[in-house]
């Protein structure tokens, strides 16, 4: 179902103890609330939830870990862990997904299983998927998919089979996107499975560093450090998964959030944007946009149009 505004935590907690008493679990819910004021939401017990903004910025908090979002990424958090919401600025639209008991598992296992066995065996025992809890950027499909209950407006919450075919193949986008970083975790320089996944534990801790903290020019020493790693260990770490350096990832994600600034109406001077997102200078936020885009940023701004930022060269 889709709310629009955020339910009180006493109240939502005992219908959540209730549901369990019954051995019914979490509902999947999805809460589009334009804040007023702001917003603090703390030690939520909760199912996989997906945490995005279509305007604005909030921040989530997961084993004591603290994260910024912003409109162009999201963040997972597992079933069964505490969160913490925190929206500071009011204005702010949030679009959260909470899937439903087990709805996770049930998707992992009916795409990652043969047809033939899910013939024989369509009501097998689910498996468990742990999602890797970080900042993920909204490419494309997400972005259109994640706008598809506003889209559809009273029709989402009357027909359930309507919502749960979104919810399914919200599911199997981001399993989409879980198997990709499996992929990169097996391209780690590491034997053990386990000794990969903590690595990339330690290398999405400082993705997320980067993502919250990318205009106040973060150095490889801090990075490094947020990842618990030597720096030049954490250098060659990240460039074996991500296939790029530290630098040039928050070059590309300055300049991304960039082009986001230059899509509101009305428009922002272009020496502020520079400043916002990190840039030295205008000049130098002019060259390297014009490099990466092949458009000065007055004229990326004129157009009015952000949605095909990720197939530029940043």
């Given at each position: 179902?889709?709310?629009?505004?955020?339910?009180?935590?006493?109240?939502?907690?005992?219908?959540?103890?209730?549901?369990?008493?019954?051995?019914?679990?979490?509902?999947?819910?999805?809460?589009?609330?334009?804040t007023t004021g702001t917003v603090h939401r703390p030690d939520i017990v909760g199912p996989l939830t997906l945490f995005s903004n279509r305007r604005g910025g909030s921040a989530v908090a997961v084993h004591g870990r603290r994260v910024q979002l912003e409109a162009d990424g999201y963040f997972l958090s597992n079933q069964g862990e505490a969160y913490t919401l925190d929206v500071a600025a009011p204005g702010t639209e949030t679009l959260n997904v909470h899937f439903g008991q087990q709805l996770a598992e049930t998707a992992w296992r009916d795409l990652s299983t043969a047809d033939q066995r899910l013939l024989d065996d369509p009501?097998?025992?689910?498996?468990?998927?742990?999602?890797?809890?970080?900042?993920?950027?909204?490419?494309?499909?997400?972005?259109?998919?994640?706008?598809?209950?506003?889209?559809?407006?009273?029709?989402?919450?009357?027909?359930?089979?309507?919502?749960?075919e979104w919810l399914l193949r919200l599911l199997a986008r981001l399993l989409h996107t879980q198997r990709a970083a499996f992929r990169r975790l097996?391209?780690?320089?590491?034997?053990?499975?386990?000794?990969?996944?903590?690595?990339?534990?330690?290398?999405?801790?400082?993705?997320?560093?980067?993502?919250?903290?990318?205009?106040?020019?973060?150095?490889?020493?801090?990075?490094?450090?947020?990842a618990c790693l030597s720096k030049f260990h954490y250098?060659?770490?990240?460039?074996?998964?991500?296939?790029?350096?530290?630098?040039?990832?928050?070059r590309r994600l300055r300049l991304q959030k960039a082009a986001g600034l230059l899509g509101q109406r009305p428009p922002l001077p272009v020496a502020a944007i520079a400043e916002l997102v990190g840039f030295e200078s205008s000049s130098a936020f002019c060259r390297a946009f014009h490099a990466a885009t092949g458009a000065w940023p007055q004229a990326f701004q004129q157009q009015g149009t952000i949605s095909n930022f990720g197939q530029y060269k940043a």
């Amino acid at each position: 179902m889709l709310r629009t505004q955020f339910p009180d935590i006493s109240e939502l907690k005992r219908n959540i103890a209730l549901r369990f008493a019954e051995g019914r679990g979490w509902p999947s819910v999805v809460l589009n609330v334009q804040t007023t004021g702001t917003v603090h939401r703390p030690d939520i017990v909760g199912p996989l939830t997906l945490f995005s903004n279509r305007r604005g910025g909030s921040a989530v908090a997961v084993h004591g870990r603290r994260v910024q979002l912003e409109a162009d990424g999201y963040f997972l958090s597992n079933q069964g862990e505490a969160y913490t919401l925190d929206v500071a600025a009011p204005g702010t639209e949030t679009l959260n997904v909470h899937f439903g008991q087990q709805l996770a598992e049930t998707a992992w296992r009916d795409l990652s299983t043969a047809d033939q066995r899910l013939l024989d065996d369509p009501f097998g025992p689910a498996e468990q998927v742990c999602f890797f809890g970080r900042v993920y950027e909204k490419d494309p499909v997400t972005a259109a998919l994640l706008d598809e209950p506003l889209h559809q407006g009273e029709a989402f919450n009357h027909h359930a089979t309507l919502r749960e075919e979104w919810l399914l193949r919200l599911l199997a986008r981001l399993l989409h996107t879980q198997r990709a970083a499996f992929r990169r975790l097996e391209a780690l320089p590491a034997v053990k499975a386990a000794t990969r996944q903590e690595v990339y534990r330690r290398l999405s801790y400082s993705l997320d560093y980067l993502h919250s903290y990318y205009a106040a020019n973060p150095s490889l020493d801090e990075l490094a450090q947020v990842a618990c790693l030597s720096k030049f260990h954490y250098l060659r770490l990240f460039r074996a998964v991500y296939g790029q350096t530290p630098y040039h990832y928050l070059r590309r994600l300055r300049l991304q959030k960039a082009a986001g600034l230059l899509g509101q109406r009305p428009p922002l001077p272009v020496a502020a944007i520079a400043e916002l997102v990190g840039f030295e200078s205008s000049s130098a936020f002019c060259r390297a946009f014009h490099a990466a885009t092949g458009a000065w940023p007055q004229a990326f701004q004129q157009q009015g149009t952000i949605s095909n930022f990720g197939q530029y060269k940043a």
